[in-house]
């Protein structure tokens, strides 16, 4: 396998100052390879399905987790960072590791791993196609988000909980978009860079893309990297060039977040709950159905990070775009208009006023209970008690740890502004 140093060197060169070669990670040994880190992969994993209860079927809890355990190999968090202590070091990270790396120290099979996370999210789409053809046939009888007698991506609460179908899929489609680099785009033009308080608003966002890991490893890159430096459109074309980036159907390829713009994203705690306000101003119950809708297509973008034949535009995406393609051939407009998305990612940008980092992981969206800490309710479910003004209780939101009063706190500030920005998001 060749590799083009001076188109390396131009890339580099694209994406600006010395910071960028300064994060460079020259790899020795591929994750696979590494004795070290196949030992603290399989430790860390062990320890984290030990240490996390979640409100999830059990046969989709592993397959879960192994993507909790990337995240701690890429920032040495975890195993890896108490391994790093009690050796003295400063920490074992792994930015180049992968999901499928995660999975063979697991011991677990890559190939019926991604079999079953694809399994999921074909599901979701079965249950729209479902659902859209219950709204085409004027049926709005409440459902459940259940296919073929099992709750969408195991988690248990979705069995428990009837939504209005047009609405659920309301939510789906802001999910699908939420995240959308052009669709933040848009919204910050639309808005002309203002946030509510009128100071510069930043949205910062990227795309996914299909790479060769081994190309990745051979050019001293990582996901990690990728997804920090904003990439323009000429450095993603340089990493086409370097056989970085891989068409679709390319053998080995696997999902890599690559950022195109620099700056805080959005919420999906504050898209959630701004979701389920938009909707639920007369009916709560809307409000409540598209947040679940919501938070089931935001899983989709979870699981779709590590599936058999992957996609280079993303699967939530697809999930989207179905709905208001197939919306919009029956009725002749789109389920959700451009109005409708700009309102829930302006409200939920971390860097709009006042502002807020946070944003919870699926699986802390439904994580009960971490190590010897004290049992709570999933967190996805204290934000629809938060719509019903129902008792929210103390608990902390996101990896940053954000107290619940505080986060609540803002969301209401941030809600006050609801009809204005719905408003001027026309």
């Known amino acids: 396998m060749s590799f083009d140093a001076h188109l390396m060197r131009e890339?580099?060169?694209?994406?600006?100052?010395?910071?960028?070669?300064?994060?460079?990670?020259?790899?020795?040994?591929?994750?696979?390879?590494?004795?070290?880190?196949?030992?603290l992969a399989n430790r860390d994993f062990n320890s984290t399905v030990t240490d996390l209860e979640l409100d999830i079927m059990d046969p989709v809890v592993k397959?879960?987790?192994?993507?909790?355990?990337?995240?701690?190999?890429?920032?040495g968090h975890g195993e890896f960072f108490k391994h790093a202590m009690e050796n003295g070091v400063p920490a074992y990270v792994y930015p180049h590791s992968t999901i499928p790396d995660i999975i063979?120290?697991?011991?677990?099979?890559?190939?019926k791993t991604k079999t079953a996370r694809r399994r999921l999210i074909d599901n979701v789409f079965k249950w729209v196609d479902s659902t859209l053809e219950d709204c085409f046939n004027k049926n709005n009888d409440e459902k459940l988000l259940v296919f073929d007698g099992e709750p969408l991506f195991g988690v248990n609460f979705l069995g428990d909980i009837p939504v209005s179908p047009r609405y659920a899929l309301k939510g789906m489609v802001h999910a699908a978009y939420m995240d959308n680099f052009q669709a933040r785009t848009g919204t910050l033009?639309?808005?002309?860079?203002?946030?509510?308080?009128?100071?510069?608003?930043?949205?910062?966002?990227?795309e996914s893309y299909l790479v060769d890991p081994n190309l990745l490893f051979m050019a001293g890159l990582d996901y990690e990297f990728l997804a920090k430096f904003a990439h323009d459109e000429g450095s993603i074309t340089y990493l086409r060039d370097l056989g970085v980036i891989v068409p679709e159907g390319s053998p080995n390829a696997e999902?890599?977040?690559?950022r195109r713009r620099e700056g805080p994203g959005t919420s999906d705690d504050l898209a959630f709950i701004a979701i389920g306000s938009l909707y639920g101003q007369t009916n709560m119950k809307k409000g409540v159905s598209a947040?679940?809708?919501?938070?089931?297509?935001?899983?989709a973008d979870t699981y779709d990070k590590c599936v058999i034949y992957p996609a280079e535009k993303r699967l939530d995406e697809k999930v989207g775009e179905h709905i208001q393609e197939k919306w919009q051939e029956h009725y002749g407009r789109p389920?959700?208009?451009?109005q409708e998305i700009r309102t829930v990612i302006y409200l939920s940008a971390k860097n709009n006023s006042p502002k807020i980092n946070v944003s919870s992981s699926h699986r802390r969206f439904v994580q009960v209970k971490e190590g010897k800490g004290d049992k709570i309710r999933p967190t996805v479910l204290s934000h629809i008690a938060y719509l019903e003004k129902g008792p929210i209780g103390n608990y902390r939101i996101g990896f940053n740890q954000v107290p619940s009063k505080k986060f609540y706190s803002v969301t209401d500030k941030r809600l006050e502004h609801l009809k204005d920005v719905f408003h001027g998001a026309k």
Not at 104 to 111: D, E, F, I, M, N
Not at 255 to 258: P, Q, R, Y
């Open 63 to 75: 397959i879960l987790l192994v993507q909790t355990s990337v995240g701690h190999a890429q920032n």
């Open 291 to 299: 947040l679940l809708g919501a938070f089931v297509v935001d899983a």
């Open 335 to 338: 389920l959700v208009s451009q």
């Open 189 to 206: 033009e639309h808005f002309e860079g203002k946030a509510i308080s009128g100071e510069e608003l930043k949205i910062g966002g990227g």
């Open 11 to 39: 890339y580099l060169d694209s994406l600006g100052d010395d910071e960028v070669r300064a994060n460079l990670f020259p790899h020795e040994v591929k994750p696979e390879e590494d004795l070290l880190f196949q030992e």
């Open 255 to 258: 999902t890599a977040f690559v």
């Open 104 to 111: 063979k120290a697991a011991g677990l099979s890559v190939q």
